[in-house]
């Protein structure tokens, strides 16, 4: 497949804003794409690997426009000023090429093989005089193709190829081509225990449907974590479940960690299913001594905690930890960690996922003796009101943020990257009429006046709309930040700011900057109620109107650990509004 083909269908995606246009191209140029299929769709994420896999390319802003210096005879100044203008390196790249003074001496025809793979030698490239062959890599491709061509392999080595496509709408197109729509289910599941498109790609467009039908739990392959539904309180809670009773598990406040081995090989993952095993050296340590088995894939929240006291430590301490490259045998000592285990999803071989949630804990309590760096989740099983306040209440004594109650009957599967009605959290947030927090998407900023002169004045917060993958707005924040990091905003949100509206955003307001959908923030208010302004499930409770957060406010937790599509959705949303009102009658 010739690169300038998915170049014009890159052209076309990114003048659209509607899913099922979106849909309609991908379909479009994944049944045109035959062998080069699994390239092709990391390509359109702008990658060259699934996320798990860590690869980077190594090649930021500065070498890039030393690059475009190199093959175009402008000075790097010059460059710089065109990059300061636009704020889009990929741009850059386009209209240096459409003009460009020289032409590559290796005349390679640019197809989406060759795209591939030389951008997957740029990225391996390292060590001494890699610079150089990252350049040179970097420039023969710009140089072998179009201008568009040179804008978006630009885009992708950048990080920001944003065509507004998701995993979701990529696996939607994926099934469309290949599969029947009415089955979706099937392949959704099997992305959630191998999020990894490329594979599944493959398989869906070699018909091995009994294949994608199989795939479950893998060691070293993260899997997407089952999330849970909330209530605001305990009666609502029990009447969801099947049962008389409920599990209820102290919530912790830390990373969520899965935890794989196979053999002497450990690996741990983020909730985002980065790899962050070399972020806990003492915990892939004491791993291999405390768990004998040869196989297992374990879901927990790794906390950070004094040893000697026991004392729960805020989710921020080990937030220390991610993207540490030294001094973790320092933070070893300095931010000890203890992992809260609540799940087994394999062991030894066999998939444990199918089985109830009793017998999941049983298995896994029998597989170990805690100790400073593994412990169980703390749990009761009940159906009495009063019990489960008071196991509430504990929870919050030792440092957690609330509990988690588990369906106790045989439906009690776990359902990767499911949120659902098996798994119910209760929080409460004292410092707010709100009963919980929202994990929202930045989406935009406005220019402060004032003292706040020189910085944003106020962020626009989304919600994830999983149905529609879409963002939706639900609120203007503009209070909770210290000064420092008021401040700090304009260069946070530097690499994300554009000049137009993201095309996976749905909203009637008029930021001064848009920003691309990537960092979440954890966000409290008062109340959730009806606005004429705000898209979050618009006209889904009154025509003309959606759902906004009043009084919102920053309670200083960046969600690194969250993707966008882990924010809060707009289902979310709508049943605190439904709940929050029905308290109030």
Same mark, same amino acid.
């Given at each position: ?26 379909? +479009? ?96 490239? /390292? ?15 710009? #140089? ?159 906390? !950070? ?41 394999? #062991? ?15 298995? #896994?309590?029998?597989?170990?003796? +805690? ?61 707010? +009429? ?82 691309? !959908? ?26 003309? /109107? ?40």
């Amino acid at each position: 497949m010739q690169f300038n083909f998915v170049s014009q269908k890159f052209n076309e995606l990114d003048k659209t804003t509607k899913r099922l246009e979106m849909t309609a191209i991908l379909k +479009e140029l994944f049944l045109e794409a035959d062998e080069d299929l699994k390239m092709l769709v990391y390509l359109i994420l702008g990658k060259v690997a699934p996320d798990f896999e860590g690869i980077e390319f190594g090649m930021g802003n500065k070498l890039i426009i030393n690059a475009l210096s190199s093959v175009s005879g402008k000075s790097e100044k010059e460059i710089s000023g065109m990059f300061a203008r636009t704020g889009d390196v990929g741009s850059v790249a386009r209209d240096i090429t459409a003009v460009k003074k020289q032409k590559s001496l290796a005349s390679e025809e640019l197809t989406v093989k060759y795209v591939f793979n030389s951008l997957r030698k740029l990225a391996d490239t /390292s060590g001494a005089g890699s610079v150089k062959e990252k350049e040179s890599i970097y420039s023969d491709l710009i #140089l072998n193709g179009t201008p568009d061509d040179a804008m978006y392999i630009t885009r992708v080595i950048a990080g920001k190829l944003r065509l507004g496509v998701s995993d979701a709408t990529v696996l939607d197109a994926l099934v469309e081509a290949f599969y029947e729509k009415t089955d979706k289910s099937s392949v959704e599941t099997a992305y959630n225990f191998h999020p990894d498109l490329g594979y599944i790609a493959e398989l869906l467009r070699d018909r091995k449907i009994d294949q994608i039908k199989k795939i479950g739990p893998e060691p070293l392959i993260p899997f997407k974590v089952m999330l849970a539904e909330r209530l605001p309180d305990i009666d609502q809670i029990l009447g969801k479940m099947s049962g008389e009773k409920a599990a209820f598990e102290f919530k912790y406040d830390g990373l969520r960690a899965g935890i794989h081995k196979l053999g002497d090989r450990v690996r741990i993952f983020s909730r985002g299913n980065e790899d962050t095993t070399s972020q806990f050296p003492d915990i892939v340590e004491n791993l291999k001594k405390t768990f004998r088995a040869e196989s297992v894939i374990l879901d927990g929240e790794a906390v !950070p905690y004094n040893p000697e006291t026991g004392e729960l430590y805020p989710f921020q301490m080990v937030s220390q930890r991610r993207g540490r490259k030294y001094d973790l045998d320092e933070m070893k000592e300095t931010v000890p960690v203890v992992v809260f285990l609540f799940d087994i999803l394999y #062991l030894n071989g066999e998939s444990l996922v199918s089985k109830p949630y009793l017998e999941r804990r049983r298995t #896994l309590e029998s597989l170990f003796e +805690e100790n400073d760096s593994f412990k169980m989740a703390r749990s009761v099983v009940s159906d009495d009101p009063g019990e489960i306040e008071k196991f509430f209440e504990d929870s919050i004594e030792h440092g957690c943020e609330g509990v988690v109650a588990k369906n106790v009957g045989p439906e009690s599967v776990y359902r990767a990257g499911s949120r659902g009605w098996l798994w119910i959290k209760f929080k409460r947030d004292y410092q707010a +009429e709100l009963w919980d927090a929202l994990d929202l998407v930045v989406v935009g900023a406005f220019h402060g006046h004032g003292r706040r002169k020189g910085t944003y004045g106020a962020l626009l917060m989304a919600s994830y709309n999983k149905e529609k993958d879409v963002f939706e707005t639900v609120c203007k924040l503009g209070t909770g930040f210290t000064d420092e990091v008021l401040f700090s905003l304009p260069d946070k949100f530097s690499g994300l700011a554009q000049d137009r509206k993201p095309p996976n955003l749905e909203c009637e307001l008029e930021p001064d900057v848009w920003i691309y !959908p990537e960092k979440v923030m954890e966000i409290v208010g008062a109340e959730i109620t009806l606005s004429p302004v705000h898209t979050c499930a618009f006209s889904m409770v009154k025509e003309g /109107s959606g759902l906004a957060l009043r009084f919102p406010r920053f309670n200083g937790r960046w969600r690194d650990d969250k993707s966008p599509t882990d924010a809060t959705t707009t289902n979310e949303v709508l049943e605190m509004y439904k709940n929050q009102s029905s308290k109030n009658k």
